[in-house]
């Protein structure tokens, strides 16, 4: 995993503390967003394959 430069840390969080519409969550160097969206898509995949068993919670059995 690439170091960063902890200098860097800073003025990017002030931009996030002043902008108008701050994000909840945001990443802190460029190798996470290389990473998530594979781990996200898998994770995606995974809740799709099990919709139906996760929509049987919704319905009282009996």
């Known amino acids: 995993m690439p170091a960063g430069d902890p200098a ?8 996030i503390v002043d902008a108008e519409n701050p994000p909840l969550r945001v990443f802190f160097g460029s190798f996470p967003l290389k ?9 995606l995949k ?8 996760s929509a049987q919670a919704e319905v009282a059995q009996g």
């Open 35 to 43: 990473l998530i969206p594979q781990v996200y898509a898998e994770r």
């Open 8 to 15: 860097g840390v800073g003025p990017a969080l002030l931009k």
């Open 46 to 53: 995974t809740w799709e394959d099990w919709a139906e068993v």
